[in-house]
């Protein structure tokens, strides 16, 4: 980063930068177009925009106006991500997320939004060259120029005098300009973020004996990287072993128990620690021999198993061929094809093909078991074919008012029970007994 009076050096030159004016924008699109009209979310879509939830915003088009909203009049943005808006009838509106529902597109290519200087907006987004969003993270980043009059920073979100800054390179004046005063403003140096410094800010909360989770302004790589005080008191962070006063999931802090009514907790960013060739230092906030938990989602490809799975709930959406599958839960959709199959858990639709199967607590519907299970003689049902409709439990069988389709053979050690009526279309072979009621 260069400073002032040397000269920057290469690869520096996003620093000394003319800021865009914040006096008025204007953001033009296209109000009949679905890309940037969403009529079943209430969005608009401008790719990386320079609003702020709860700023006010003048809608005008030459066309006949989105539904739901009047040319010429004043609403208040939402800001749903960085390339979508929302807007609302009134700022409480805004800051509550209460949006206007668009009920039909416009018409026409120049429906405008328009921010200015109005003696209301107070927050405006610091660019440079069009719409390049300046990083700052201190105040002092920045000389603002109000009718010639150099603007004292702070570094605040609530200035007293001249302006403070937000998150997200937000500009927060003292008292909100007016449509005649005259804006000019310069970024004195950019933070270029590194992978290993991080900027030491501070999160604030207030509790309220009632929340646990908070949202911090970026994600830490890690527990290490945090410190964590309630009214002062630095609290110990849970660890892979141990549960303690609070956990980190990416960006969300977690306390074991809601802090107090009005408590202050402060949120300490102190940077990365760094990386280590021994543990996990950064997964999902985890160190440590790192474990998943049943909050994680995890996508993968296709995957290989030499052993045994052991599942909550297994979805299958393709056709799967394992050794041995042992379900502990249920078994959703799909085909699954293996050796040995043991169900303590219910298969719901879908086909198993197995050289035996034992299922000796759970329950099955809508399945096709047993293709190659005519020669296999076990405890339990053996030799179910082609269509099954019922339940499977204990060591037999329990079929009611059900079509058996093909030929069934259960083996000598069926010990089981068929409630009627059943119908059978083909041949069913029993070495052992059974009971029909």
Same mark, same amino acid.
Do not use: C
């Given at each position: 980063?260069?400073?002032?009076?040397?000269?920057?050096?290469?690869?520096?030159?996003?620093?000394?930068?003319?800021?865009?004016?914040?006096?008025?924008?204007?953001?033009?699109?296209?109000?009949?177009?679905?890309?940037?009209?969403?009529?079943? *979310?209430?969005?608009?879509?401008?790719?990386?925009?320079?609003?702020?939830?709860?700023?006010?915003?003048?809608?005008?088009?030459?066309?006949?106006?989105?539904?739901?909203?009047?040319?010429?009049?004043?609403?208040? =943005?939402?800001?749903?991500?960085?390339?979508?808006?929302?807007?609302?009838?009134?700022?409480?509106?805004?800051?509550?997320?209460?949006?206007?529902?668009?009920?039909?597109?416009?018409?026409?290519?120049?429906?405008?939004?328009?921010?200015?200087?109005?003696?209301?907006?107070?927050?405006?987004?610091?660019?440079?060259?069009?719409?390049?969003?300046?990083?700052?993270?201190?105040?002092?980043?920045?000389?603002?120029?109000?009718?010639?009059?150099?603007?004292?920073?702070?570094?605040?979100?609530?200035?007293?005098?001249?302006?403070?800054?937000?998150?997200?390179?937000?500009?927060?004046?003292?008292?909100?300009?007016? =449509?005649?005063?005259?804006?000019?403003?310069?970024?004195?140096?950019?933070?270029?973020?590194?992978? *290993?410094?991080?900027?030491?800010?501070?999160?604030?909360?207030?509790?309220?004996?009632?929340?646990?989770?908070?949202?911090?302004?970026?994600?830490?790589?890690?527990?290490?990287?945090?410190?964590?005080?309630?009214?002062?008191?630095?609290?110990?962070?849970?660890?892979?072993?141990?549960?303690?006063?609070?956990?980190?999931?990416?960006?969300?802090?977690?306390?074991?128990?809601?802090?107090?009514?009005?408590?202050?907790?402060?949120?300490?960013?102190?940077?990365?620690?760094?990386?280590?060739?021994?543990?996990?230092?950064?997964?999902?906030?985890?160190?440590?021999?790192?474990?998943?938990?049943?909050?994680? $989602?995890?996508?993968?490809?296709?995957?290989?198993?030499?052993?045994?799975?052991?599942?909550?709930?297994?979805?299958?959406?393709?056709?799967?061929?394992?050794?041995?599958?042992?379900?502990?839960?249920?078994?959703?959709?799909?085909?699954?094809?293996?050796?040995?199959?043991?169900?303590?858990?219910?298969?719901?639709?879908?086909?198993?093909?197995?050289?035996?199967?034992?299922?000796?607590?759970?329950?099955?519907?809508?399945?096709?078991?047993?293709?190659?299970?005519?020669?296999?003689?076990?405890?339990?049902?053996?030799?179910?074919?082609?269509?099954?409709?019922?339940?499977?439990?204990?060591?037999?069988?329990?079929?009611?008012?059900?079509?058996?389709?093909?030929?069934?053979?259960?083996?000598?050690?069926? $010990?089981?029970?068929?409630?009627?009526?059943?119908?059978?279309?083909?041949?069913?072979?029993?070495?052992?007994?059974?009971?029909?009621?």
């Amino acid at each position: 980063m260069s400073y002032i009076g040397n000269s920057p050096s290469e690869g520096e030159n996003n620093s000394f930068k003319i800021l865009d004016t914040i006096s008025s924008y204007t953001q033009t699109f296209d109000g009949s177009s679905v890309a940037v009209v969403s009529l079943v *979310d209430d969005t608009l879509t401008f790719n990386n925009h320079r609003f702020i939830t709860a700023q006010r915003v003048t809608y005008s088009t030459t066309g006949s106006a989105i539904g739901g909203l009047t040319s010429g009049t004043a609403y208040y =943005i939402i800001k749903n991500d960085q390339n979508t808006v929302k807007l609302a009838l009134t700022q409480s509106d805004a800051i509550n997320n209460i949006s206007i529902d668009f009920t039909a597109l416009g018409t026409g290519t120049t429906h405008t939004l328009n921010v200015a200087f109005d003696g209301i907006n107070t927050k405006f987004k610091a660019t440079y060259d069009n719409g390049t969003k300046a990083q700052i993270t201190r105040a002092a980043q920045l000389q603002i120029s109000i009718n010639g009059v150099i603007q004292q920073p702070q570094d605040t979100t609530s200035p007293t005098n001249g302006f403070g800054i937000d998150l997200d390179s937000v500009i927060i004046f003292s008292i909100a300009p007016i =449509i005649s005063d005259v804006f000019w403003g310069n970024l004195f140096a950019n933070n270029f973020p590194t992978f *290993d410094i991080a900027d030491n800010t501070i999160d604030s909360f207030t509790g309220n004996a009632i929340l646990t989770d908070f949202t911090l302004s970026k994600t830490p790589a890690n527990n290490q990287n945090i410190l964590v005080t309630i009214d002062g008191v630095v609290q110990y962070p849970s660890d892979a072993i141990t549960i303690r006063a609070y956990t980190l999931y990416e960006n969300v802090l977690s306390f074991v128990s809601a802090p107090g009514n009005g408590t202050a907790i402060q949120v300490r960013h102190i940077g990365f620690a760094g990386a280590t060739s021994s543990n996990v230092t950064g997964f999902y906030g985890r160190t440590g021999n790192v474990v998943l938990t049943s909050q994680d $989602n995890i996508n993968v490809g296709n995957v290989s198993s030499s052993g045994i799975g052991s599942f909550g709930q297994l979805r299958v959406s393709g056709i799967n061929t394992v050794g041995a599958a042992v379900s502990m839960g249920n078994v959703v959709a799909g085909i699954v094809t293996a050796d040995q199959f043991v169900g303590n858990g219910s298969l719901l639709t879908g086909v198993v093909s197995s050289k035996w199967r034992s299922n000796t607590a759970g329950i099955s519907t809508q399945s096709s078991v047993g293709v190659n299970t005519t020669s296999v003689d076990v405890p339990g049902l053996t030799g179910v074919g082609n269509s099954f409709q019922g339940l499977y439990v204990s060591n037999g069988m329990i079929i009611y008012d059900n079509v058996l389709n093909g030929n069934h053979y259960i083996g000598t050690n069926f $010990n089981g029970l068929m409630a009627g009526p059943v119908t059978i279309n083909g041949i069913l072979s029993v070495d052992g007994n059974y009971v029909v009621v």
